[in-house]
């Protein structure tokens, strides 16, 4: 089979949006209104925020803004992996924080039962699974670095199951596994659209106004509070907590940290019974293989399988446009790996192919800060590692806010920012650089070129 034609009726949209349970968009902010607590951004880092805030304090008056509809962005994209993990995966924590990791997987454990515990009492219709995540291995060096990491894990007292070949292949059947490391309790699979709009849901329950189609233009002091313009109007608020992640940031210093990296999925057709057969997956786990340039993949809740990544583009510039989000090209290269993968597959089409852009920063996860005398906070650099890592952003986004010193707060992590990016045409040529090296490695049996051993040095290697 020509993998291409599998792409032949693919609709140019993300698989999650277009669910009939998409609500409707609210209003519009026409005129001025005042607030205690202002939030900017509709996805999942203000929904969490707004919610927090307003179970910390009822009575505090809170106000979310959104440019375009809630969830339409990243928290509508991606691949549904809610994970634990609040440093983008062990190994990167391992490397940046190795001091505090321990309290950070501990936190980040924390923070997913908290999610859970969140779907179970606002009625979240989220099809959330808690079924875990393996890492498959699918080249010879892979398996010596799972094995390097699962006994990792075990030092610092975190259980996984090392999975041989035929192990793995009896959860997910595709001859290109060689093993696997299982995560069996650290992530969710969830609907991730779904779950936005139950956020958003959740807010306007609790008294949270939110206004779509209300971009955010200017963020300047006033009086003892802060200003935003909008296109119809301002909020005044006593304190500001922006999430808009890959979006310019209202401050313009925080714009060097972050470049936007998109990323993109097909979603096939909802596989039949004998298809179902055919790969097992019986544990409805989601998968992610061991590359540098990676593949995440998992079922949704009618049986289609989501198969994303290996590309992450950067275009000139760093400009966010709505125009990256199809490339026919990584499509086609996702259509056939994913006949590389599942070849007992043969036949089944793909129904939807999207892409989306990542906040991306030189650590690979969030960054937090304050700016106007502790009167705005942000947190941004997600990575693509978002679903979960959002609400333990938020936590710390109130901490910071409140002026109050928390244990979140007193974090290396927190404290620290990450190196910004160089200015283009530097940004380009290195982001690119490293791509070409990675992909380099990835054939050449993991070993790490020149370039890429300088970043490890550096601390900004990519470890994914």
């Known amino acids: 089979m020509d993998s291409a034609r599998a792409l032949s009726d693919v609709k140019p949209t993300s698989f999650w949006l277009e669910d009939p349970g998409r609500p409707e968009a609210l209003p519009a902010l026409v005129g001025d209104t005042t607030c205690d607590l202002l939030v900017v951004g509709g996805g999942y880092s203000g929904l969490w925020t707004a919610l927090l805030a307003k179970e910390r304090d009822p009575s505090q008056d809170v106000v979310l803004v959104e440019a375009d509809e809630v969830g339409w962005a990243a928290s509508g994209r991606n691949g549904g992996f809610c994970a634990a993990s609040l440093t983008h995966g062990f190994g990167n924590g391992l490397q940046r924080w190795p001091a505090e990791l321990n309290r950070l997987e501990e936190l980040g454990r924390a923070n997913l039962d908290a999610i859970e515990d969140a779907v179970k009492k606002y ?142 999925a097909l979603m096939t057709e909802p596989l039949n019974d004998e298809q179902m057969a055919a790969v097992g997956w019986r544990g409805r786990q989601g998968l992610g293989d061991s590359a540098n340039q990676f593949h995440y993949f998992r079922l949704s809740a009618d049986n289609r399988i989501l198969w994303g990544g290996y ?21 086609r290269t996702l259509s056939r790996q994913f006949f590389e993968t599942f070849p007992q597959l043969e036949g089944v089409r793909f129904t939807h192919a999207w892409g ?69 045409p530097v940004r380009w040529a290195g982001i690119e650089l490293t791509r070409w090296s990675l992909d380099r490695a990835d054939r050449r049996g993991g070993r790490r070129n020149l370039w890429l051993r300088t970043l490890d040095r550096l601390g900004l290697g990519f470890d994914s």
Request: aromatic share 8%; hydrophobic share 40%; glycine share 10%.
């Open 123 to 264: 009625d979240l219709d989220c099809e959330w699974e808690r079924t875990g995540e393996i890492d498959v291995a699918t080249e010879p060096h892979q398996l010596d670095e799972l094995h390097e990491v699962a006994e990792a894990l075990a030092e610092h007292g975190l259980d996984t199951t090392v999975l041989d070949a035929d192990q793995v292949r009896r959860e997910v059947d595709s001859p290109t596994f060689l093993g696997g490391l299982w995560d069996r309790d650290g992530v969710a699979m969830v609907h991730p659209a779904k779950l936005a709009w139950g956020l958003k849901k959740a807010c306007l329950r609790q008294g949270v106004r939110i206004h779509e189609r209300t971009k955010a233009l200017t963020l300047v002091e006033h009086g003892t509070g802060m200003a935003v313009r909008t296109p119809y109007g301002r909020v005044f608020a006593r304190r500001v907590a922006l999430g808009t992640n890959v979006f310019p940031s209202l401050l313009k210093r925080v714009r060097p940290y972050i470049v936007p990296v998109y990323d993109y």
């Open 311 to 331: 590309d992450a583009i950067y275009h000139y510039g760093g400009k966010v446009r709505a125009e990256h989000d199809q490339r026919p090209d990584t499509f």
């Open 356 to 424: 989306g852009a990542i906040d991306t920063c030189s650590r690979f996860s969030a960054f937090f800060d304050t700016a106007h005398h502790g009167r705005v906070a942000y947190a941004a650099g997600f990575t693509g590692l978002g679903v979960g890592a959002t609400r333990f952003g938020a936590e710390v986004m109130l901490d910071l806010l409140s002026g109050e010193r928390t244990e979140r707060t007193e974090l290396e992590m927190v404290r620290k920012k990450p190196l910004p990016f160089p200015p283009e």
